[in-house]
């Protein structure tokens, strides 16, 4: 566990100062216990980060701009032996391609899981994006949508609390929810107008109630809210 502990916020030291190393995503893993990812030499900035435990299995994604989405999977919470870049897909309708910034992952399994972003150029940009995966992250799923008609409404911040149920912070105020796994989505701005801002944040704790922040003002939504 303290081992689990410290490569997270290695991790997260490393996304905050967005570090640029080499061509290929390298792990390395010292005496002191400490693990350092480095993102590949092309610029793109890590957004996102989410680890999965199961016993002593742990599994470590990371997202990024451009598409970029990282793996990292050990046993016995030491060593971490296997690193695999899963950002250059082939045969999948290129789901995960540079067209797209992808701020945020989070898993409910250790093959379910999401991640959200949005277009990153051209007509589309802003436009909010969902992935699911189901086995892993070997393919996904992309979903797009429809937060608001003539809007495009980016997706920056996922939480699955279990396989069904799953949250979405946004821009320009919008909270998405989902408790059929992604079939459908729910569509909510707390606040109306008055709150406006990119929700760059979101915090839930069961399928009613949720905490969302963002670069405008930060505030709650009660039970009632979600409903």
Known sequence: MKNLFTMLVIALLILAGNTIAQEEPEMDYETDGTLTVDSPDDGRALNGIF????GNYAC?????DSGLVLRYRGEDG?????????????????????????????FATLNIGWIVGY???????????????????????VQY?????????????????????????????Y?????DGGATWNVYKPGGDRHTGWLWGVWAYDTTTAWVCSDQSGYVA???YWK
């Not at 690193?83 to 897909?89: F, Q, W």
């Not at 939480?159 to 946004?170: K, P």
């Not at 909270?175 to 408790?179: A, D, G, I, P, S």
């Open 60 to 64: 470590f994604w990371i997202v990024g």
């Open 51 to 54: 680890a999965y435990t199961e």
């Open 175 to 179: 909270v998405l929810k989902t408790t």
């Open 145 to 173: 949508p429809d937060i608001a008609p003539g809007e495009k409404i980016p997706c920056l911040k996922v939480q699955a609390l279990d396989e069904r149920v799953v949250w979405v912070s946004c821009g320009n105020g």
């Open 119 to 141: 277009v990153n150029g051209g007509t589309d940009k802003w436009k909010g994006v969902i992935w699911k995966t189901t086995d892993g992250g070997q393919t996904w799923a």
């Open 78 to 106: 030491h060593g971490y032996p296997d690193a695999k870049s899963l950002n250059r897909y082939t045969g999948h309708d290129s789901l995960l391609d540079p067209t797209h910034n992808l701020m945020s992952v989070s």
């Open 222 to 224: 009660n039970k009632n």
